[in-house]
């Protein structure tokens, strides 16, 4: 389990360092998806990669943003309900991630919890506490 988490360390870190600030992949322009997304709100920082999503598992735009999510970039953060709770009830990321369809909001943390850490290696700032 241990080794397990170290590789997810590391390709996170690894996809990290090939991306953009602010979420946004510096590839995006070369892809019709729109790039990678990192949520500050509520906590900081929760990376979505649309490349996985609709390169890998070939998802529409219409199968995520018809009803779960608006088009632009973090809008559902600022709604207030954006939480494990709401996700946990089945919203947001959490209409697919119930452990049945996709890994469960419950489990493996890591694969979208970046952190401070992540967060500030994909702005190029090596820094850790903000505070």
Do not use: W
């Given at each position: 389990?241990?080794?397990?988490?170290?590789?997810?360390?590391?390709?996170?870190?690894?996809?990290?360092?090939?991306?953009?600030?602010?979420?946004?992949?510096?590839f995006a322009e070369d892809y019709?998806?729109?790039?990678?997304?990192?949520?500050?709100?509520?906590?900081?920082?929760?990376?979505?990669?649309?490349?996985?999503?609709?390169?890998?598992?070939?998802?529409?735009?219409?199968?995520?943003?018809?009803?779960?999510?608006?088009?632009?970039a973090l809008l559902v953060q600022?709604?207030?309900?954006?939480?494990?709770?709401?996700?946990?009830?089945?919203?947001?990321?959490?209409?697919?991630?119930?452990?049945?369809?996709?890994?469960?909001?419950?489990?493996?943390?890591?694969?979208?919890?970046?952190?401070?850490?992540?967060?500030?290696?994909?702005?190029?700032?090596?820094?850790?506490?903000?505070?």
């Open positions: 389990m241990m080794k397990k988490l170290v590789i997810l360390g590391a390709v996170t870190f690894i996809v990290a360092l090939f991306s953009g600030p602010f979420g946004y992949s510096v019709d998806h729109g790039g990678d997304i990192i949520y500050t709100q509520p906590v900081k920082a929760v990376i979505f990669s649309h490349a996985f999503h609709v390169e890998e598992l070939e998802f529409d735009c219409d199968d995520c943003h018809e009803d779960l999510f608006e088009p632009e600022k709604g207030g309900n954006f939480d494990m709770e709401c996700l946990r009830e089945g919203n947001y990321c959490g209409q697919c991630h119930d452990g049945s369809a996709a890994f469960s909001t419950e489990t493996q943390c890591a694969r979208c919890h970046i952190g401070v850490k992540g967060y500030n290696a994909r702005l190029g700032n090596m820094e850790v506490d903000e505070h």
